[in-house]
């Protein structure tokens, strides 16, 4: 497993969130995950030893052997390159050889040669392994963007909660949320739910707007964040956009109440340890 993909590991597994992390080293959330995800160019260079340094020390590593690790894999890209073109001129050279100039039949049978196909097999095979090793399902993707009730309260405090008198509505209403970001979202009457997630990786065909009818009912749906966000109510005759009332870094609560005809909006930060 990829260095960064192990620290990450690590902390999930001893359920330090990135949120607290954020929290006590003021950097800022899209590093912290760009750190676990080894996006190191998407760093400031002046920093990214300092940002990385001090997430070691947050989720309770050896701080030396990180910052080596990193180096290494901050050198190999740029060696990387450096030799690309020396490599280039390289292949120019002999791109005119074919496999019978390089192995005589005088050869073939050499045990030093079958020797280096096994090694060069072999090394195949654990590259493979090792890639398939450090790719993360979409459950345990979700398992970490999943909030949970007890993680709201036992982690989160309330920050402020606004009451929106919205007695123009006119039912059933289409509720439609977007994220741009990694997230999760969760719709439920109380009794049961359903969940949304959004995922950072490209590749995936997971989409990342979702809709909801709501007839007037009691509902309620907890978004993980809310940063680069969009949250609209509309039917035939209304059209609310809640999109700048909702912002927050952290989780938000947002309640749609029957009696009186309302939307109750609450937002959390971290609690203070």
Do not use: C
């Not at 074919?98 to 050869?107: A, L």
């Not at 949320?177 to 990786?201: H, L, P, R, W």
């Not at 749906?221 to 109510?233: G, M």
């Amino acid at each position: 497993m990829i260095f960064y993909s192990r620290y990450k590991k690590f902390r999930l597994e001893n359920k330090i969130s990135l949120e607290d992390i954020q929290r006590r080293t003021k950097i800022d959330i899209v590093s912290l995950k760009a750190i676990e995800s080894g996006k190191f160019s998407e760093i400031s260079s002046v920093y990214v030893r300092l940002f990385f340094k001090a997430y070691l020390k947050e989720i309770g590593v050896d701080i030396d052997e990180g910052i080596e690790e990193l180096n290494d894999f901050l050198n190999q890209k740029n060696l990387s390159n450096k030799l690309k073109s020396k490599k280039e001129k390289v292949e120019d050279k002999d791109k005119n050889l074919k496999f019978v100039d390089i192995i005589n039949t005088n050869n073939v049978f050499n045990p030093n040669i079958l020797i280096g196909v096994v090694i060069f097999f072999i090394l195949i095979l654990l590259s493979f392994t090792l890639n398939n090793s450090s790719t993360v399902s979409n459950a345990d993707k979700e398992k970490e963007l999943r909030i949970s009730k007890s993680d709201l309260e036992n982690l989160y405090a309330v920050r402020t909660q606004e009451i929106l008198s919205e007695e123009t509505f006119s039912f059933p209403i289409t509720i439609r949320f977007k994220s741009n970001n990694e997230n999760y979202i969760e719709y439920s009457d109380g009794v049961s739910g359903k969940e949304y997630f959004v995922f950072d990786d490209t590749k995936t065909s997971q989409s990342n707007s979702f809709s909801e009818i709501w007839n007037g009912d009691d509902k309620t749906f907890l978004i993980a964040n809310t940063i680069n966000f969009e949250l609209i109510f509309f039917s035939e005759n209304t059209f609310s956009d809640f999109s700048k009332n909702i912002i927050n870094d952290f989780p938000v609560k947002v309640d749609l109440i029957a009696d009186p005809l309302s939307v109750s909006i609450t937002k959390y930060i971290p609690k203070n340890r």
